[in-house]
């Protein structure tokens, strides 16, 4: 990846330790950004595909649900950084499937101070540097497609996602007087180790004989789309619901 158009920008990008957020993370970093890689995993405990990355990609241990971890992590990125002007919320926890039945309040609590609590206080943490960018603030929060598919088995994962949903539209419209942008952005079922821990092959394979295009989204693929919102081509975009899936989902 050869451009520039994220040159001078500082991202944010939170679950950056693999899957998804690696690729995000680096994405931003190959188009001009220097990114802060936020996951709850350490340096040490974070797993090595033997790629170093970007060296504009620089690492931070934050867990999103602490308040006073994500207000001294923020501070760290914007002093050691110079601002921030991207931040995508991609941090979260994934869902195997179990009978809305067996569903304790305890895990539909834990879903949502992840999928959900996690993304609020990290905008409320950045909101200063997102309104002082120069370059429009943009917070983009990686959703799920399962909130209009209703996936069975996952009505914590399903309604803390739904939850974010609604928070992105409400986003859109108390930071827009800043001309701050809020974004959802929906995967398809891409293989990432998340993932692959609750779906094999079969699934997957399903998942994607059902959509317009018959190949499998990468995690490059999704990546493309959060740095299309990042950019100068994403300013005047917000409170929308974007999916990159192939054309699994039609809305």
Same mark, same amino acid.
């Given at each position: 990846?050869?451009?520039?158009?994220? $040159?001078? /920008?500082?991202?944010?990008?939170?679950?950056?330790?693999?899957?998804?957020?690696? +690729?995000?993370?680096?994405?931003?970093?190959?188009?001009?950004?220097?990114? +802060?890689?936020?996951?709850?995993?350490?340096?040490?405990?974070?797993?090595?595909?033997?790629?170093?990355?970007?060296?504009? =990609?620089?690492?931070?241990?934050?867990?999103?649900?602490?308040?006073?971890?994500?207000?001294?992590? =923020?501070?760290?990125?914007?002093?050691?950084?110079?601002?921030?002007?991207?931040?995508?919320?991609? %941090? *979260?926890?994934?869902?195997? /499937?179990?009978?809305?039945?067996?569903?304790?309040?305890?895990?539909?609590?834990?879903?949502?101070?992840?999928? %959900?609590?996690?993304?609020?206080?990290?905008?409320?943490?950045?909101?200063? &540097?997102?309104?002082?960018?120069? &370059?429009?603030? /943009?917070?983009?929060?990686? %959703?799920?497609?399962?909130?209009?598919?209703?996936?069975?088995?996952?009505?914590?994962?399903?309604?803390?996602?739904?939850?974010?949903?609604?928070?992105?539209?409400?986003?859109?419209?108390?930071?827009? $007087? &800043?001309?701050?942008?809020?974004?959802? =952005?929906?995967?398809?079922?891409?293989?990432?180790?998340?993932? /692959?821990? &609750?779906? *094999?092959?079969?699934?997957?394979?399903?998942?994607?004989?059902?959509?317009?295009?018959?190949?499998?989204?990468?995690?490059?693929?999704?990546?493309?789309?959060?740095?299309?919102?990042?950019?100068?081509? *994403?300013?005047?975009?917000?409170?929308?619901?974007?999916?990159?899936?192939?054309?699994?989902?039609?809305?």
């Amino acid at each position: 990846m050869q451009s520039s158009r994220l $040159e001078g /920008r500082v991202a944010i990008v939170t679950g950056a330790a693999g899957g998804l957020g690696r +690729a995000i993370a680096h994405r931003l970093a190959a188009e001009g950004a220097t990114v +802060a890689a936020l996951d709850i995993a350490s340096d040490d405990s974070r797993p090595d595909d033997g790629s170093a990355g970007p060296t504009a =990609v620089r690492s931070w241990t934050c867990d999103v649900t602490d308040p006073d971890a994500v207000s001294t992590t =923020v501070e760290a990125v914007a002093t050691e950084l110079g601002g921030i002007d991207v931040l995508v919320n991609n %941090a *979260g926890l994934l869902s195997g /499937r179990n009978s809305l039945l067996e569903a304790t309040p305890e895990e539909l609590h834990r879903f949502y101070d992840v999928n %959900a609590v996690g993304p609020l206080l990290m905008v409320q943490a950045c909101f200063p &540097h997102l309104k002082a960018s120069a &370059h429009r603030g /943009r917070v983009i929060n990686v %959703a799920s497609r399962t909130f209009f598919t209703g996936a069975p088995g996952q009505i914590g994962y399903v309604a803390s996602k739904g939850a974010l949903i609604g928070m992105t539209r409400v986003m859109a419209r108390e930071l827009g $007087e &800043h001309r701050i942008t809020v974004n959802a =952005v929906m995967p398809a079922q891409v293989a990432t180790p998340g993932t /692959r821990a &609750h779906s *094999g092959d079969e699934v997957f394979a399903r998942t994607m004989s059902q959509q317009a295009i018959r190949e499998f989204v990468t995690p490059e693929d999704f990546a493309g789309l959060v740095a299309f919102l990042a950019s100068p081509d *994403g300013a005047m975009i917000t409170g929308q619901t974007m999916v990159c899936d192939g054309g699994g989902l039609l809305h």
